[in-house]
């Protein structure tokens, strides 16, 4: 059942929904990623956004997309500002605006209505982002199945504003996807009844594990505070004097690394860390490591993670979110340190850095339970999801 | 074919049916189907049934029994036969289904190919005005999980025992042949009971799938009502019978304890608390059926509930009605000392009766609670009414008795007492008080008799504070008591409502109603008798719910929550930092805590000392937790911890002297300089070396490096804990003070005697704790535990301390002090040679009391290090907390300076041999001191007064 089992023959037409359609970041490379998956299994697939985004935050997208796109507004729609008491209600300049916002908002779903309703049977919208929904709200979704989405886990959305909104503007759709299951049994007693969990696509998945020979500990991401790099180099301080041969090497870029290199030289690592840059050939990268190292203080469902055990590498993670549990299963395909404990970290690489046999064990191990992540298992569950909710 | 059937069972509910199938009809899943099966209902019911299945052809389908059954089990056997979907639920006529209900149930069921399916019930409570909802068993159902067979998880078998809120898969039904019993009351409970043991898999999904609507009239609480259970009970436990035989068939035992636990835990329980207004003939017949069923429970159950628990198992098996209803009277009030207890040979009982019994002697041993060293004015004591009368106008006469446990109100002690009537909603503080005419001592219980012109006096308003309780506010010489007055065998439904005039005038209402409330406590309700009354009463209860109401109660809302906050810690945190901090400094005025206010104890006391000795210009205040201060020195200034004062001494001080922290939202001014004398040498890492503090986000960070940064001056007694505490605090080396623990002076100044002199001299406190000069003295001191929350644990001896007494009692004085955050109760049997010294805030002169030291990880081994004698390390848990979550900065094993135990046994062996092994350890004590306390000399306390109070110019 797991092959276009719903819908007109030939397949469905299925709307992807986000913010914008080139906007940098995971939503976007995920909405290509699926877009493609599916015109491959033969659905026609429309890349929806609501608004352009300024030429520093565009993602560089291929030539020629096999799947159309389309942005409803030509410039940024004013800000919502919420006006409260009396005060608010006193504000006519910006009480107009909001109105001028609310027409304009109306018209886009208008838009998206004319595209919906020209949409056959069994025609599925999904939206990525929680702030896409407002429009979607607004529009005729009659005969439609739709899906809202979460692509951060659930103690993420509750930091910010986005934990109201999404039980406000998701509460209705056909299912609500988070990227876990713990995070969707979260969102469950927070009173959404409507939620299901899907995780998200593996990029690549080579035919065969790293050698793991190079004495190269990796570590890729953005250099900011959430990441952890400090942790991570208190963890180093720990382990490296036992490993004088072995090297930290850090893929990425970010604020935070002048502080970062500082705190290094502070512990006296100079010698053994790597400052490697941003990398666009990531495999590359890892292949060179025999051992991946991530210290995130919060994550949600972090591909760079599950990147490292496709390459087959050892892994060895704090446990921050669910997301990190749902991909990593202590002990069998790799190492798992109670977030903040940089001594149990450090102990984790330790092992992994003096024991060959383990590293092999745990990286073989992971290399092929990550498999659950390929590309054509998560299409084959998201076709089957899409038939599950015309029933 | 449908994927799920919902049979809908209905019995003369024509009023509500439509609801229930609308709830199916609604559902997101399209698929599924109602069958209505009808008991032969006398109202229309069956005429809905075929109207609904006339207008949904094909989605439902009416049936109607031959007769009605007098139950549930037959109308959803039918059903099953009916239904054609792959899954079935049950559905009741006046319950709903939630929206999502079957295609989560579906969802579930199809991924794992489970044969039951289970989601979370929940209550919905229909006279509550704002039909406020309960879920059934939350924890149950936290979280999704499948199970292989019921044994993985008994709790599920034992407590959701409905069968409503489950989707069966059809099938599996059939094949197993499962149907509900029939002519029996709680039928669920069976049914579900053998679901649950048949299924090859479960799922549990934590959504809500099923509405329980609830109706709890007040009328069914009444004695008449009750009378009926009886019939109930019979049933009940026939029910538990079969599901018992069932679990036996299977060889399930380990469900089977589980269960009898749950039924001493809960079961009895519910049927205990009424028990004292039924007549004796109910009870017997209670006890006969009740006592047959425990017969057959399973001892080791009694292992898994609480002492009161089992105490009213044990007494409902001797029908001891005497001292069974105190201990349910218990049971209902947690923490309630009911019962006058009794000692015997060093233990103390629930009650004196039945200790001839081996086994009564184990369960009514009651020594652990500590109801004989908890002081008495902090045990809650039960008092029962004992007679209610009244003039059928306002005055009642009440009389009744407080337990005296123990006999701990002396006989000669002065009693006073006063009636509290309290509304139960304050808004304001409202309560009314009446003197107590008779208060007299009579043996193992007070006795009082008060009366009380109620009805001239207590003024209700009349609207919102609708519930008065009734308190009975005793002193017994220096305690002050204050008790619920629990209602017993008195009766009060003949009792007179009293005419009472609220403020808001008798148009709103006019009576006071005596009444039980559900733990059995007396209390009085307002209620509308007058036409007038009752009229306004229909008026406001209308008004109350319309839309200006709802406008005036928000802002009285919002207005009581501003008066709230004033004096809230957001509004004080402000006042200091925008007025307090803005007056001048004072000259001289010196702000000392130690341990959050606590004690009056550590560094800080030894430098209040210090200038007091030397007679230094200054003005001490010391700050106090808690209601009232003890033991805290009489000549200086006490202010409460955040109380206005304390905020203004902090804001105006010239000097901050403590050893853990002032409040974190305090900001230091420049003008004070703060002097952290800390409280101990580290062992378990800290501060930023702690991986909590890692963990935290960036603005966690900066609060605490902002609190850490105040210190001006820190004080540390080695160089470990400059490359330790100093690291984890990032302190600046210029703020240590490398002069050592002016705590430990006195323990350097008695090892420089004592080296000197050659002996020994104990102090006074040897004198008041009565310790023989000829036996040793060891102190135990432990650190606390905290569990994976960090929540702190309580303390529980890790050996067995009678045993102790008894093998070393005549050698040794044991004195047992916990860590400030946990408290410890002694048996009596082990008075004289274990004492409990937790309530000396300073531990310094018990330290050079004791000959010895035990301890597990107490930062106390490195002071006392300082004395240079024996010590002994019981780390009976050494893996659980080296290996934590917080880590330590060494190996203990490697570097304590005495022999580590893990064993109680080998604790009492090592201390049997213990002057032979000691000596042996010398000299890793000196490297233990130079390393831990290099810089504790015996001035410090000296230094510092020097350096800041003294010298001129500073």
Redo the contacts between chains.
């Keep these: 059942m797991s092959q276009q089992s719903g819908g007109a023959p030939g397949g469905r037409d299925i709307f992807l929904v986000s913010n914008s359609v080139d906007e940098l970041g995971g939503v976007t490379t995920w909405s290509h990623q699926m877009a493609r998956l599916f015109s491959e299994r033969g659905h026609r697939v429309q890349v929806i956004g609501i608004t352009p985004v300024a030429e520093e935050l565009r993602q560089r997208l291929p030539q020629e997309l096999p799947y159309g796109t389309t942005t409803l507004y030509d410039a940024h729609p004013p800000q919502a500002r919420a006006l409260h008491g009396i005060k608010g209600r006193l504000n006519a300049p910006e009480r107009r605006r909001q109105a001028s916002r609310r027409a304009g908002m109306r018209a886009r779903a208008e838009k998206l209505s004319e595209l919906f309703r020209a949409a056959r049977p069994g025609a599925v919208v999904i939206v990525t982002q929680v702030w896409a929904m407002e429009w979607v709200a607004l529009a005729d979704t009659k005969g439609l199945t739709v899906i809202g989405m979460s692509h951060e886990s659930y103690e993420a959305s509750h930091k910010s504003s986005r934990a109201a909104r999404v039980r406000r503007h998701y509460r209705e759709v056909d299912r609500l996807l988070v990227l876990t299951e713990e995070d969707a049994d979260l969102w469950i007693r927070a009173g959404m009844e409507n939620v299901a969990s899907m995780p998200n696509p593996l990029p690549f998945m080579p035919d065969s594990p790293a050698p793991r020979t190079g004495k190269v500990v990796a570590s890729i991401g953005r250099l900011s505070f959430e990441k952890g790099l400090d942790l991570l180099l208190d963890a180093w301080a720990d382990v490296a004097p036992r490993h004088p041969d072995w090297v930290l090497r850090i893929y990425g870029a970010g604020a935070e690394e002048p502080v970062l290199r500082a705190h290094c030289a502070s512990l006296g690592l100079s010698d053994s860390v790597e400052w490697r840059g941003s990398t666009d050939d990531v495999l590359g990268a890892l292949r060179e490591a025999s051992v991946f190292a991530q210290a995130s203080r919060a994550e949600g469902f972090p591909i760079t993670l599950l990147e490292a055990m496709a390459a087959g590498l050892a892994v060895a993670a704090f446990d921050c979110a669910p997301g990190v549990r749902e991909i990593v299963t202590h002990g069998e395909d790799g190492l798992l340190a109670r977030l903040g404990n940089t001594m149990e970290l450090a102990a984790h690489l330790d092992a992994l850095m003096s024991d060959r046999g383990l590293r092999d064990r745990l990286g073989d191990t992971g290399f092929r339970r990550v498999r659950r992540y390929s590309s054509a298992e998560i299409t084959d569950r998201w076709e089957a999801l899409m038939a599950f909710l015309e029933r | 074919m449908p994927?799920v059937s919902v049979v809908v069972i209905v019995y003369n509910d024509a009023e509500r049916l439509t609801a229930a199938v609308q709830s199916v009809l609604d559902q997101?899943?399209?698929?599924v189907e109602v069958v209505i099966v009808d008991d032969y209902s006398q109202d229309g019911s069956y005429a809905v049934a075929q109207g609904l299945e006339a207008a949904h052809p094909g989605r439902v389908r009416a049936f109607r029994l031959p007769e009605n059954s007098g139950g549930c089990g037959a109308p959803r056997n039918h059903g099953i036969r009916q239904a054609t979907g792959t899954y079935v639920m049950f559905l009741d006529s006046d319950d709903v289904l939630?929206?999502?209900a079957c295609r989560?149930m579906?969802?579930a069921a199809?991924r794992t190919g489970s044969d039951l399916v289970s989601g979370m019930c929940v209550r919905v409570h229909l006279d509550d005005r704002w039909h406020r909802t309960t879920e059934w068993y939350p924890w149950i159902y936290?979280?999704?999980r499948t199970l292989e067979s019921i044994t993985e998880y008994p709790d599920l078998l034992v407590y959701d025992t409905l069968s409503t809120n489950k989707c069966y898969r059809r099938a599996f039904l059939l094949e197993q042949g499962l149907e509900f019993p029939v002519g029996i009351h709680y039928e669920d409970l069976l049914f579900s009971a053998q679901a649950y043991v048949a299924a090859r898999r479960i799922t549990l999904?934590?959504?809500?799938v099923y509405f329980w609507n609830v109706v709890e009239k007040a009328s069914s609480k009444s004695i008449s009502n009750r009378r009926h259970e009886i019939a109930n009970f019979v049933h009940r436990m026939e029910i538990h019978r079969r599901v018992d035989e069932l679990l036996a068939a299977n060889g399930h035992t380990a469900l089977k304890t589980a269960k009898d636990t749950k039924f001493l835990k809960h079961d009895l329980v519910l049927h205990l608390r009424d028990l004292p207004l039924l007549s004796d003939a109910y009870r017997r017949e209670f006890a006969r059926l009740a006592n047959g069923y425990l017969a057959g429970i399973d001892p080791a159950a009694y292992e898994n509930v609480n002492h009161l628990q089992a105490i009213c198992a044990y007494l409902l098996g001797k029908e001891d009605w005497d001292n069974l209803l105190p201990a349910a009277d218990a049971m209902a009030n947690k923490g309630r000392l009911s019962s006058p207890l009794a000692e015997r040979d060093g233990r103390v009982y629930w009650c004196a009766e039945h200790l001839d019994d081996a086994e009564g002697r184990r369960i009514l041993d009651v020594t652990d609670q500590g109801f004989h060293t908890t002081p008495v004015s902090a045990l809650r004591l039960g008092n029962r009414l004992t007679s209610y009368a009244d003039d059928g106008r306002g005055t009642i006469t009440l009389s009744g008795a407080v337990v005296n446990p123990l006999g701990r109100i002396a006989p000669g002690a002065g009693l006073k007492a006063s009636l509290e009537f309290r509304a139960r909603r304050q808004i304001g503080v409202r309560s009314f008080s009446f003197p107590v005419a008779t208060v007299r001592h009579a043996g193992d219980s007070i006795e009082w008799t008060a009366t009380a012109d109620i009805g001239s006096t207590v003024r209700p308003l009349g609207i919102i504070d609708a519930v008065w309780d009734v308190r009975l506010k005793l002193t017994a010489g220096r305690d002050r008591i204050t008790t619920r007055v629990s209602v017993g065998g008195v009766d009060l439904e003949n009792a007179a409502r009293l005419r009472v005039r609220p403020r808001l005038t008798r148009l709103v209402s006019d009576r006071f109603a005596p009444e039980m409330t559900r733990k059995g406590n007396l209390s009085y309700v307002l209620t509308a008798q007058g036409a007038a009354a009752v009229r306004t009463r229909t008026l406001i209860d209308s008004a109350m719910h319309g839309r200006t109401a709802g406008v005036v109660k928000r802002s009285l809302r919002r207005a009581l929550k501003a008066r709230r906050n004033l004096g809230s810690g957001e509004q004080k945190v402000k006042v200091y930092h925008e007025v307090f901090s803005k007056l001048p400094v004072r000259k001289g005025t010196v702000v000392f805590e130690s341990h959050m206010g606590k004690q009056y104890s550590d560094s800080p006391k030894a430098i209040y000392e210090e200038l007091v000795r030397q007679g230094a210009p200054f003005e001490a205040i010391w700050s106090y937790a808690g209601a009232r201060p003890t033991g805290f020195p009489p000549e200086a200034t006490l202010v409460k911890r955040w109380s206005w004062p304390y905020l203004r001494a902090l804001a105006r001080a010239e000097y901050w002297v403590d050893n853990q922290g002032f409040p974190l939202a305090l900001a230091k001014r420049p003008g004070t300089t703060y002097i952290q004398t800390w409280h101990g040498s580290a062992l378990k890492r800290m501060g930023f070396h702690?991986?909590?503090?890692?963990?935290?986000?960036?603005e966690g960070q900066a609060r605490f490096q902002a609190a850490v940064d105040r210190f001006d001056h820190f004080l540390i007694r080695s160089e470990h804990d400059a490359r330790t505490l100093a690291k984890a605090f990032r302190l600046r080396d210029e703020v240590l003070l490398r002069t050592g623990y002016p705590r430990n002076d006195a323990l350097v100044a008695a090892q420089r005697e004592e080296a000197q002199s050659g002996e020994r001299v104990r102090g006074p406190l040897a004198t008041e704790l009565d310790i023989d000069p000829d036996k040793r003295v060891l102190l135990y001191a432990p650190t606390f535990r905290a569990g994976a929350d960090g929540a702190v644990e309580g303390f529980e001896f890790p050996f067995d301390v009678e045993e102790f007494a008894d093998r070393l009692g005549d050698r040794f004085t044991l004195l047992v002090r916990t860590h400030y955050l946990n408290s410890v109760s002694l048996p009596p049997s082990v008075a004289g040679r274990v004492i409990d010294v937790s309530r000396y805030h300073d531990i310094t002169p018990l330290l050079a009391l004791a000959d010895a030291l035990i301890t597990d990880y107490s930062s106390v081994m490195f002071d006392y290090a300082v004395l240079d004698r024996p010590m002994l390390f019981f780390a009976y848990d050494y893996e659980r907390y080296a290996t934590d979550?917080r880590?330590t900065y060494f190996d203990l094993k490697e570097k304590a300076p005495g022999p580590v135990v893990a064993t109680a046994d080998e604790l009492l062996q090592a201390l049997a041999a213990f002057d032979e092994a000691d000596a042996k350890y010398a000299e890793a004590r000196q490297r233990f001191l130079t390393e831990f306390g290099e810089y504790d000399r015996g001035d410090a306390a000296r230094q510092i007064v020097a350096k800041f109070f003294t010298r001129s110019g500073k």
Aim: no cysteine; net charge positive; charged share 35%.
């Design positions: 994927d997101t899943l399209r698929g939630e929206r999502n989560n579906l969802a199809e936290s979280r999704t999904i934590p959504n809500h702690e991986p909590r503090t890692k963990a935290q986000g960036k979550i880590g």
